[in-house]
């Protein structure tokens, strides 16, 4: 009986950590595709074109980066979208946007991340006006 209670204890130890990993990551990839997703039904559809989103979830916790790049709209069209996207962001989500204000600089906008925990995503299309 001692083999077999040893030989489960070191098969626990040796495929635990991988199937822990394997957890985690697919949370990862499940929050990262929700949040691309939410940003991209936001989006208005006049800016799908012309903007690039890239997300990025951490691994071991809920916090996440949102980086756009709004090289190529206007300052009104910048400001519109996000005010669509940050009101419907998880409350640990940041957003990063990059683009061009008065003048043609080079503007980076950052909306922070609270530390409260995370509300989750929201499990049905999100109401947007206009």
Known sequence: MNEIGGGAVVFLLTVGPVFGLLLLLNARDRRHAALLGL??????RNLAGLIAIQARCALCSSRSDVTVDMQACS?????????????HLPARARLLVKGTMDGGRLAHITLGASRQPSASFPSRRVPVPG
């Open 39 to 44: 940003m991209w039904e936001l989006t208005p």
């Open 75 to 87: 300052r009104d069209e910048i400001w519109e979208a996000i005010g669509r996207w940050s009101p």
